[in-house]
């Protein structure tokens, strides 16, 4: 009964490269969730998807970042050309219906160097 | 002004006492309220839902008051291992996305 996967969990990009992070929802999960997590910050919703639909991007960086969820696989989310700044932790969250509360995977922690 | 704000703390505290923690949000529409626990480097973790009534799940008590919009998590008998960052979550009024607020510290010390 395995919770929400996230791999890798540590991912170290040079700058301009590209970071892919995966993530599986728990079983039975349609809902898909992105936060980041800044230094000393909160979490910072990003998108919110269900399967082959973005529903919510309202918190995506404009450039470089998108997100998807296919049909089949995990959710990805992908940063182009990485800059330092994008160095955070990236936790994916999966739900039944919205308001029952995420289940938290364990964060990929992305270091820009 | 932030949708969700919480007293960064630190609060630390002997074991066995009782310790409040507190938190405001700005949208009046919001309908889901949560609080979460995060250890050091790890990722957050469902505590328990709010609400109006009031819950209470063993040594943790959830109050929420929507005429001021106001959320509050009561500990008693604090045990070391209550010691994490404790995070307000409200939900936007589309239920699409939560907000989170930056997180209350606590050490229980023995």
């Known amino acids: 009964n395995a919770g929400v996967m996230q791999n890798p969990r540590h991912l170290v990009r040079r700058r301009g490269q590209e970071a892919r992070l995966r993530c599986s929802p728990m079983?039975?999960?349609?809902?898909v969730y992105w936060y980041r997590q800044l230094p000393e910050e909160g979490l910072k919703f990003m998108v919110y998807?269900?399967?082959?639909?973005?529903?919510?991007e309202s918190g995506m960086p404009k450039e470089r970042f998108s997100a998807e969820f296919p049909k089949e696989g995990p959710s990805i989310l992908r940063i182009q050309q990485v800059v330092r700044g994008d160095s955070a932790a990236y936790f994916c969250?999966?739900?039944?219906?919205?308001?029952?509360?995420?289940?938290f995977g364990s964060g990929t922690r992305l270091t820009v160097v | 002004r932030k949708e969700v704000e919480q007293d960064p703390g630190p609060f630390n505290v002997p074991e066995g006492a009782t310790v409040a923690f507190n938190c405001t949000y700005s949208?009046?529409?919001?309908?889901?309220f949560f609080w979460y626990r995060q250890d050091c480097r790890k990722e957050p973790k469902l505590l328990m839902s709010v609400y109006s009534s009031g819950n209470e799940d063993g040594r943790f008590t959830a109050q929420l008051n929507r005429a001021s919009q106001y959320i509050s998590l009561l500990i008693r008998d604090s045990k070391l291992s209550d010691s994490a960052t404790y995070l307000c979550?409200?939900?936007?009024?589309?239920?699409?996305?939560?907000?989170f607020g930056t997180g209350t510290s606590l050490t229980v010390i023995p």
């Open positions: 998807l269900q399967k082959e639909n973005i529903i919510d």
């Open positions: 969250a999966s739900s039944l219906p919205a308001n029952y509360g995420y289940t």
């Open positions: 979550v409200v939900s936007s009024n589309t239920g699409n996305q939560f907000y």
């Open positions: 079983k039975g999960h349609s809902h």
């Open positions: 949208n009046s529409a919001s309908q889901s």
